[in-house]
């Protein structure tokens, strides 16, 4: 297993049109969650599925972005209407159902919107 | 939001010398966690001290837990060139169902270890 995959790894669109990232994460972890990095800041939690369940959504995710985990493996995150407050690097990572355990963070989906 | 700060924001260092960062946190937590990140990269997990841990080692880091003042030092021994980074402490909460594993992260230092 090579880790987290996240395509595409950078994302250019312009304001008003939709983007989707995908997200991969290890095989073997049933728990997958999106956060969003600013620059100079540090992550920030989006929402988290437990297989293909979404059990969590943060209040920065607006009703512009959806996530999806349809058959618990595989995760994408779309956002519609893209504005420019959406630029920030979209960071994926995944955790086996344990307590204590570490993230497995994928490299991350840059976006700017122009 | 974030969960706490870390201090400080920036850090300048010669290599070999040591680096140290502390984090503060609000909320009551099941353990915390450090990561690092290079530049326009994903994160690396460092090393994970469970809340009723004080000190942990994983080569030449140390950390510290201290869950009476919410907060947490991370301290790079004989640093090189290749620990320049930031370096972010992140707190699990935990106990709650539909938590999971989420983290809620501190601001970050940025490291700079000049040769």
């Known amino acids: 297993d090579t880790g987290v995959s996240q395509n595409p790894r950078h994302k250019i669109t312009k304001r008003g049109q939709n983007v989707t990232f995908r997200c991969d994460p290890i095989?073997?972890?049933?728990?997958l969650y999106w956060y969003r990095q600013t620059l100079g800041q540090g992550p920030e939690f989006l929402t988290y599925?437990?297989?293909?369940?979404?059990?969590?959504k943060s209040r920065l995710l607006s009703d512009r972005f959806s996530a999806e985990r349809p058959k618990g493996s595989f995760s994408t995150l779309e956002i519609q209407r893209t504005e420019q407050g959406d630029s920030a690097m979209y960071l994926c990572?995944?955790?086996?159902?344990?307590?204590?355990?570490?993230?497995?963070f994928g490299q991350g989906t840059r976006l700017t919107v122009v | 939001s974030q969960q706490g700060e870390e201090d400080p924001q920036a850090l300048s260092i010669q290599e070999g010398e040591n680096a140290t960062m502390n984090c503060s946190y609000k909320?009551?937590?099941?353990?915390l966690q450090w990561y690092r990140q290079n530049s326009g990269r994903g994160l690396v997990h460092l090393i994970l001290?469970?809340?009723?841990?004080r000190e942990k080692h994983s080569g030449r880091l140390r950390v510290t837990l201290d869950t009476s003042k919410k907060s947490s030092s991370l301290l790079i021994t004989a640093s090189r060139a290749a620990d320049t980074a930031s370096y972010f402490c992140?707190?699990?909460?935990?106990?709650?169902?539909?938590?999971?594993?989420?983290?809620?992260f501190g601001g970050g230092t940025r490291v700079l270890v000049k040769p």
């Open positions: 990572a995944s955790t086996p159902r344990n307590m204590n355990t570490e993230a497995f």
């Open positions: 095989s073997e972890h049933n728990r």
């Open positions: 599925f437990q297989n293909e369940a979404q059990l969590e």
């Open positions: 909320t009551s937590i099941n353990n």
């Open positions: 001290i469970r809340s009723n841990e």
């Open positions: 992140a707190t699990d909460q935990g106990g709650i169902k539909a938590a999971g594993n989420k983290l809620t």
